[in-house]
């Protein structure tokens, strides 16, 4: 089934600094990988997603990076700001595409210092 | 807010007794998720419904049971429920391309 590892679990940085989460995955009929920010008892909210033929989507701040034949994908958030402090959890689909059950990580506690 | 939305928003209740959580999808998604959220087993995926079907199951205990209905509307539930079932339960439903939207969860507490 599919298994997704995600490190680090907590991660501490400097307000300006930049942030990377990476994910590595096993099953290579995953498809789907979006990536979902969770603030203290809040729902997950979407904040990017990629797709098995993309290798690299950004949106302002945050860019997600995959590498198929690794099988990782990654988080990135440039000029971190204190308001990006929440969990970060990645997720993938399997092979039943993309509208198929999402699989998580553990989550990373990023924490953005001022 | 996503959409989705989820009755209640809090639960207490005591060990022995059963209960059941309610899950609206965002008007058109067919397709119905839900998750067990608790501090060491981060998301948990249980159940996913499609258009009333079941169409993926996850780690969802025997005591646990999800149904779909025509309106699809879902419900979640729990019974003989114990300590450890002391978590957020959240429900998702996802758009034609996959995107799910989560709804505003339901904190369970057995005591």
């Known amino acids: 089934g599919e298994n997704v590892e995600q490190h680090p679990s907590t991660l501490s940085v400097q307000e300006g600094d930049s942030a990377v989460i990476k994910c590595t995955y096993s099953?290579?009929?995953?498809?789907?990988f979006p990536w979902y920010k969770q603030e203290l008892g809040k729902r997950p909210q979407l904040i990017i997603d990629?797709?098995?033929?993309?290798g690299e989507k950004k949106d302002q701040r945050i860019a997600v990076t995959l590498n198929k034949t690794a099988k990782h994908f990654s988080l990135h958030i440039t000029e971190t700001q204190p308001e990006d402090s929440a969990v970060y959890f990645c997720?993938?689909?399997?092979?039943?595409?993309?509208?198929?059950?999402?699989?998580f990580g553990k989550g990373t506690l990023l924490t953005v210092n001022p | 807010d996503s959409g989705v939305t989820q009755t209640p928003k809090h639960l207490i209740t005591a060990t022995g007794q059963r209960v059941t959580l309610r899950c609206s999808p965002r008007?058109?998604?067919?397709?119905v998720y839900w998750y067990q959220q608790s501090l060491d087993q981060g998301l948990q995926f249980l159940i996913q419904?499609?258009?009333?079907?079941?169409?993926a199951k996850g780690n969802i205990l025997e005591r646990f049971s999800a149904q779909q209905f025509p309106d699809l509307h879902s419900e979640l539930n729990l019974s003989s429920l114990e300590l450890g079932d002391s978590a957020l339960y959240f429900c998702?439903?996802?758009?034609?391309?996959?995107?799910?939207?989560f709804g505003p969860g339901t904190r369970l507490t057995v005591l």
């Open positions: 998702a439903s996802s758009d034609i391309a996959g995107v799910r939207y």
């Open positions: 419904y499609y258009n009333g079907e079941e169409r």
């Open positions: 990629i797709r098995s033929n993309v």
């Open positions: 099953d290579s009929a995953s498809n789907y």
């Open positions: 997720a993938l689909a399997g092979g039943g595409g993309s509208n198929y059950k999402l699989t």
């Open positions: 008007s058109g998604d067919l397709s």
